[in-house]
């Protein structure tokens, strides 16, 4: 250790020439140059070495884990109801990624904008409805006072319609994104063009809609459908990428300080188109049962035939009565049908009593030519027994000499009930018999 120690503070002592620039100067030919040893390291300080040889290993590594990790965070899975847009260097990047696993350049080179397209939204437009306060909430339209004897058109909304009254509307819109691509260029924050856009729509619709359809629902779809097809226009005409799938009018009312007038109207109306049904179904069930199915053919054929006999048209009349009377003799049921039967019973059985009688006094004409006093006499006798052998007359027997008849009307009242239920009894059975 001494010599060694020796060479080194030899080394001290005299240190080695340099130039002016700092570089060793050239030697002598008489210096001898001492050798350069290296001292070695102690155990501390060889420590540290490892120590730092391992860090520094330790910072390659994690710097090539963390060079890989940034160019993987770029890859993503995209969910099945959405889209994705990628802006590489902040504009748009081919075409939107559809559900699944894709990789992409790490952010900020490339940015990924998540657009939920199979989502719907909406949006309640209130610009024309009441404006409510907070204890009113909640309360029935019925229920709800005007704050004065005008309208404030400052602090409630209204809309003009075509026969120039004011009434309020409160609607809901629902759309979905249909083009993520015209969305993220256009729009992004889509509230206050929906709002501007349905509250410009219903303005114009409404105009050319009177009020009475619109309060008792009769152009609420059309006025729907009306105000849907004017907002998408006016969406693609800024390439929103918007698409309006429904437009629903949520309530409507005329001003409260005529809603009593209006609420009276309606429901008189509304008794009026009840009791015009009532009457319809009523005319309907007697026509049924007067003429059956075939009552409309019937009525226009008899319509027809009025018209044409006031009209002096004779023949085009008669030719109409006749299809009528054909009508109701082979496609007329109910009461109509029962009385042509009963009709046609009635002269079958007309005729065949009148053939029977003819038949039966030209039998009896020999006899009358050969005795006509007995025969009268004898004919008669057959009145007489069935005036007598009828039960449902009441039969006065008047003595010789009468010169006063003085008859009581019912004064037997119980006898004619039971002749009557008899009389009834009898018709009922020769109906059934037939």
């Known amino acids: 250790m001494m010599p060694y120690l020796g060479q080194r503070r030899a080394a001290r002592r005299h240190p080695a020439p340099v130039d002016h620039g700092g570089r060793p100067a050239a030697r002598s030919a008489g210096e001898v140059p001492l050798p350069v040893v290296e001292e070695p390291l102690d155990p501390a ?30 890859g993503g899975c995209v969910q099945p109801d959405e889209q994705v847009v990628v802006l590489r260097f902040g504009r748009i990047h081919g075409v939107p990624l559809d559900p699944g696993f894709h990789f992409n350049l790490p952010y900020p080179i490339d940015e990924k904008i998540s657009i939920p397209v199979k989502k719907k939204r909406s949006q309640l437009i209130d610009l024309f409805w009441l ?37 309020h509307v409160l609607a809901r819109v629902t ?17 206050e063009l929906i709002r501007a856009t349905a509250e410009s729509s219903l303005i114009a619709v409404v105009a050319g809609h009177e009020v009475d359809g619109i309060l008792r629902g ?14 998408q226009a006016a969406l693609d005409q800024v390439e929103s990428g918007l698409l309006i799938e429904i437009v629903s009018i949520e309530a409507k009312t005329p001003p409260l300080q005529v809603r009593r007038a209006f609420t009276d109207v309606q429901r008189a109306e509304s008794e009026q188109l009840e009791k015009i049904e009532v009457a319809n179904a009523r005319r309907t069930q007697m026509l049924n049962g007067a003429a059956g199915p075939s009552h409309e053919l019937i009525l226009a054929k008899i319509r027809a035939y009025e018209g044409f006999r006031d009209s002096a048209q004779e023949e085009r009349a008669e030719q109409l009565r006749q299809e009528i009377i054909s009508v109701l003799a082979n496609e007329a049921s109910g009461e109509a049908a ?50 007598l052998s009828n039960m449902s007359l009441e039969k006065i027997r008047l003595p010789r000499g009468t010169d006063e008849v003085r008859i009581m009307v019912n004064r037997n009242q119980a006898g004619r009930q039971e002749l009557e239920r008899q009389r009834i009894a009898q018709e009922a059975l020769r109906g059934q018999q037939r």
């Open 45 to 74: 300080g060889k420590a540290l070495s490892d120590a730092l040889r391992m860090s520094f290993r330790l910072l390659k590594v994690s710097m090539i884990v963390l060079v890989v990790a940034y160019l993987c965070s770029g």
């Open 131 to 167: 404006r409510l306060k907070d204890e009113d909430k909640g309360k029935g339209l019925d229920e709800l006072s005007p704050r004065g004897p005008s309208l404030e058109p400052v602090s409630d909304g209204a809309l003009i319609t075509g026969d120039y009254n004011l009434m």
């Open 175 to 191: 759309y979905i994104i249909g083009d993520p691509i015209r969305y993220v260029s256009n729009v992004l924050g889509e509230e």
């Open 218 to 231: 009769q152009t609420t779809d059309q006025i729907s459908n009306q105000v849907r097809r004017r907002m």
């Open 338 to 387: 029962r009385l042509i039967n009963e009709a046609r019973s009635y002269r079958e059985n007309l005729v065949q009593e009148v053939d029977a009688e003819v038949q039966r006094f030209t039998q009896l004409l020999p006899e009358y030519k050969k005795n006509p006093t007995f025969l009268v006499e004898q004919l008669w006798l057959d009145v007489q027994k069935q005036i």
